[in-house]
């Protein structure tokens, strides 16, 4: 029988923890009470913290031996996240948490499917949740109050909590309807290109476009990873800006990691590779003031990368898809990588762009799967799309 799994440090947290729990099972559905807590519960449980403390790869003494609040709480965060995984009847999780408990429940639902719905109630929700939610679909529910004994503003939020959760449970979302699912990545400069894919391959593949803002390539690959996909036209990957020149979207080291252990086909790009991106003037490092920028809006401004620059992206790229022993084919578009790198453009540089060409044709090394080609196109031309599409689906029925 599926369950909601309720979870919170029952030691603390106790009397939150088991009213949250009634007000699910007064909604008609089915519980069971976690403990993630380092000490004793003081409520009734079904699942102990130390039942889950054994998921830790060094065993139950590495959660709950230690004696040290903030070593047990990292513990308990890493053998929460296995234990979830090991389960079968979850059919949603809620949470509540000030900082550590926060910490310890959204790395078990990270871990989880996307899809399956996740409520954590937190002190730390109406901050900076990054770092809790990630690039899962974690819903971060401020509790207001701190969680320091009932009160009624604090019933009335975990009512309602329990309300959301019980209703999410109750009805999941649809089943898919039969396609294939496929990634693409989009930037504002590279809209033209990636709908007119979208709209070409929609008819056949559930098309998931991703904006490339750092933590959607990084949701991309995760859904790769976890076998939700069946290709990807990665058109823009100037997240690999960011991540070498120190802008404010950057991938992390692990780009194009999902491509190179799935093996699924793939179709790259160099899409918006002619920029790094800052928020305001003010925020852009000294050491970069005199290069040319374009001001996006007044919270956002990019900065046009340089020939030097663009060698080391794109040796850094094809060292990275040197490594995927799946089918990759690169398209190069000559004319320009962005709607602002193009003839008139802001950001229109040639020899940049070029220096960029080289080094990832240097970098790649070819094989029978591995291919670059080079089209005389601006990356927004409609006949690069077409190319892009003819390409995918070459090496997607291979």
Not at 121 to 142: F, K, N, R
């Amino acid at each position: 029988m599926k369950r909601i799994y309720v979870v919170g440090t029952a030691d603390t947290k106790g009397e939150e923890l088991a009213f949250l729990a009634d007000a699910i099972m007064a909604a008609g559905a089915t519980v069971a009470r976690v403990d993630v807590g380092t000490l004793k519960a003081t409520v009734p449980v079904d699942i102990s913290a130390s039942e889950v403390a054994t998921y830790h790869p060094n065993g139950r003494d590495a959660v709950l031996g230690s004696g040290d609040r903030g070593t047990s709480v990292a513990a308990m965060a890493e053998a929460f996240a296995r234990f979830v995984q090991s389960r079968g009847d979850i059919a949603a999780i809620i949470g509540i948490g000030g900082g550590g408990g926060t910490s310890i429940v959204t790395s078990g639902m990270r871990a989880l499917p996307l899809g399956l719905p996740k409520i954590m109630i937190s002190t730390l929700a109406s901050g900076d949740t990054a770092p809790y939610v990630d690039v899962s679909d974690i819903v971060m529910m401020p509790s207001v109050t701190d969680m320091a004994g009932l009160n009624r503003l604090s019933r009335t939020v975990l009512h309602n909590a329990a309300q959301a959760i019980s209703g999410m449970a109750a009805k999941p979302a649809p089943a898919p309807d039969g396609k294939a699912s496929i990634g693409l990545t989009m930037f504002g400069v590279t809209t033209a290109c990636v709908t007119d894919i979208a709209d070409q391959l929609r008819s056949t593949y559930d098309c998931l476009v991703f904006h490339a803002t750092g933590t959607g390539g990084r949701a991309m690959e995760k859904l790769a990873d976890s076998g939700l996909l069946s290709g990807i036209l990665d058109i823009t990957t100037t997240e690999v800006c960011d991540l070498l020149f120190g802008g404010v979207l950057p991938a992390t080291e692990d780009r194009f990691g999902a491509i190179a252990r799935t093996r699924l086909p793939y179709v790259g790009s160099v899409g918006a590779l002619d920029m790094v991106n800052f928020w305001a003037p003010a925020t852009i490092p000294e050491r970069y003031r005199g290069r040319l920028f374009y001001e996006h809006n007044s919270n956002v401004t990019l900065m046009r990368t340089t020939p030097a620059e663009n060698r080391e992206i794109g040796a850094w790229i094809g060292e990275k898809l040197s490594r995927c022993e799946g089918p990759v084919h690169f398209l190069i578009p000559e004319k320009g990588v962005s709607a602002l790198d193009i003839e008139g453009g802001a950001f229109f540089d040639p020899e940049a762009d070029e220096a960029l060409f080289e080094a990832i044709e240097r970098a790649i090394k070819p094989s029978a799967t591995r291919r670059i080609t080079r089209l005389p196109l601006n990356i927004n031309d409609p006949e690069f799309a077409k190319a892009a599409v003819a390409a995918f689906l070459d090496i997607a029925r291979q």
